[in-house]
């Protein structure tokens, strides 16, 4: 009877490893609090990309602007007019800036050059803003302005990359 009992035992064997599903408590936690995070950070890419469309929209609408000049569908009077219209728009809508709808001259091209970041509104190609668009023939820089212009709404759009400045 005793050789029976020994000839019925088996080897030593390791048990079966775990499955991996379904996982423990913690793992679904997790998982519910890195789905969260996704969401909140999809939803708050989405509301500052909105933000931004007045700035990608009037980068576009200037760009057609001075492809117009370029191909003299437009004066340089309609085209200065056009470029400050477009800088008011966007300071106004996009910008969220109302304090400058009545703001003309100089006060409108101080507030060019504090949004820009220097002084090239007030003292360099961009003061042709001021009152020099309504002259009959307005003489400006024409590439130089364009590059201001340019830099200037490339600038308002790479602000949505930025952190967002509460004192702007």
């Known amino acids: 009877m005793h050789n029976d009992l020994l000839q019925q035992l088996r080897d030593i064997h390791a048990p079966l490893p775990p499955y991996f599903w379904p996982p423990a408590p913690g793992w679904w936690l997790l998982a519910a609090l890195a789905v969260g995070l996704v969401c909140y950070a999809l939803w ?3 509301r500052r990309w909105r933000c931004f469309a007045a700035a990608r ?5 200037y760009r057609r ?7 003299n569908e ?5 085209y200065l007019h ?18 400058v709808r009545p703001l ?3 006060g409108w091209l101080r507030y060019l050059d504090q949004r820009h970041g220097s002084n090239a509104f007030s003292s360099g190609p961009g003061r042709c803003l001021d009152h020099t668009r309504f002259t009959l023939e307005p ?6 302005l364009h590059a201001l212009l340019s830099r200037y709404f490339r600038g308002e759009r790479a602000r949505f990359w930025k952190p967002a400045d509460s004192g702007s």
């Open 44 to 46: 708050r890419l989405i």
């Open 57 to 61: 929209e009037a980068c576009s609408l």
């Open 65 to 71: 602007v001075y492809a117009n000049l370029a191909h």
């Open 74 to 78: 437009i004066t340089p009077g309609q």
């Open 82 to 99: 056009a470029a400050n219209a477009l800088l008011k728009r966007l300071a106004i809508f996009g910008s969220g800036h109302g304090c």
């Open 104 to 106: 003309t001259g100089t």
């Open 139 to 144: 003489v400006f820089d024409q590439e130089a």
